[in-house]
């Protein structure tokens, strides 16, 4: 069906005195009709448009006249304009810019990388002559990219690939290993907080304080420089001072407290949707405002969308761009004790989630004052965690 459609079909009336003979005479030539009906001396004839001039040339010798020819098709269309040069040559060309701008390298797109790490990679592509203009299926990816994992000590992986005439490099940075120091500084673990120790979890130093200890801010906990336990006391002095990197965890109850506040007078941001929406025609990373407006200034939320045009399956470097721009301002309102109320217990929601994640809260008070100014909320915390901290020690 659809090859009929490309090639096309002729209807054709013919004014004939012998409609048989030259039904007979299509038959001799092995044309094969599609339809043929006769009425009052004219024969309409249905066939293949290729065949269109045969037909022609039987009826020219057979003196008989054609009436009308109606061919449909893309063919028939096509022939039409045969001597229009202009235009077969103009679909060539444009065919063979497709076919050339679908194969070569139009752009390298790196994805992954950092300003010095992609300077490295265009260098490394550069160095197998793998650039802009390169022609695509020319390109050995898998060598190209053992090439530059060989070259170079900077990537944990690398991938070479291309989506239509762009060549995209995707590219995972290695992490460098911190440098260590050769010798570890003496420590010892202080505590952060007063409080009572539940737990302890000791892994490297001397345990000074077990639990149910009471322990004030500063106190030493575990100790990184102590003498070796001698068996004689009065060698005491002369035992092994052994020198550490404490390390370990103390966890213990204590009470920490902290204010929050909210002023009645505050300031609230205000959003208008869609307020400026601008429409760019994009060529690669160029951008040609087709919107006609003045240039956006001010506060704005910008929510930027491209699509690009496609052909033949492949997507061009040419699109739309679009840009909507929603204005904000802030306006001041003024909070009733309710709203002040609300607004502070999200802060201190928002405190807990971000600071005592990793800490149990036992139980909390909360006292609430209110001034002329605004409301005023003190958070009394009883909690358990890990008050270890480390402390330096200078050794001689």
């Not at 109320?341 to 928002?350: A, C, D, N, P």
């Not at 990793?358 to 890990?386: A, E, P, Q, S």
Request: proline fraction near 2%; charge should be positive.
């Amino acid at each position: 069906m659809a090859l009929n459609f490309l090639i096309g079909k002729s209807e054709i009336k013919i004014k004939s005195d012998n409609p048989t003979g030259l039904a007979n005479e299509f038959s001799k030539r092995n044309i094969p009709i599609k339809r043929i009906t006769s009425k009052k001396g004219e024969m309409s004839v249905c066939v293949s448009f290729l065949r269109l001039n045969t037909i022609k040339e039987i009826c020219k010798n057979k003196d008989c006249d054609i009436v009308s020819i109606k061919s449909k098709g893309i063919l028939p269309k096509l022939y039409r304009y045969r001597l229009r040069y202009g235009i077969f040559a103009g679909i060539i060309i444009s065919l063979i810019l497709i076919f050339i701008c679908s194969n070569i390298v139009l752009k390298i797109e790196i994805t992954g990388g950092n300003s010095e790490l992609n300077s490295e990679i265009m260098a490394l592509l550069k160095q197998q002559n793998i650039k802009v203009g390169r022609f695509i299926p020319n390109i050995d990816f898998s060598k190209a990219e053992s090439y530059m994992m060989l070259n170079s000590n900077n990537f944990a992986w690398i991938t070479i690939r291309n989506s239509g005439a762009n060549l995209v490099v995707d590219v995972l940075e290695k992490t460098k290993e911190p440098e260590m120091d050769k010798i570890r500084p003496v420590t010892n673990l202080i505590a952060s907080h007063s409080g009572v120790i539940t737990d302890v979890n000791v892994y490297i130093g001397k345990l000074r304080k077990v639990v149910g200890n009471k322990v004030k801010k500063g106190d030493v906990l575990v100790a990184g420089k102590y003498r070796a336990e001698s068996v004689d006391e009065s060698q005491k002095d002369k035992a092994k001072l052994m020198l550490f990197h404490s390390k370990g965890e103390i966890y213990a109850d204590y009470d920490e407290s902290i204010t929050f506040e909210q002023k009645f007078m505050d300031e609230k941001e205000i959003i208008i949707d869609d307020d400026k929406t601008r429409k760019y025609f994009t060529i690669f990373d160029l951008e040609i405002p087709i919107s006609i407006g003045k240039k956006v200034t001010g506060n704005y939320i910008l929510k930027d969308s491209r699509k690009n045009f496609s052909f033949l399956g492949f997507k061009l470097p040419i699109g739309i761009s679009k840009k909507i721009y929603d204005k904000y301002y802030f306006e001041k309102v003024k909070l009733t004790k309710k709203q002040a109320k609300r607004k502070l217990k999200r802060k201190i929601k928002l405190y807990e989630k971000n600071f005592l994640k990793d800490k149990k809260i036992i139980n909390k008070k909360v006292k609430t004052r209110v001034t002329k100014k605004g409301v005023k909320m003190t958070v009394k915390y009883k909690l358990n965690g890990n008050i270890a901290v480390e402390k330096e020690l200078l050794t001689k």
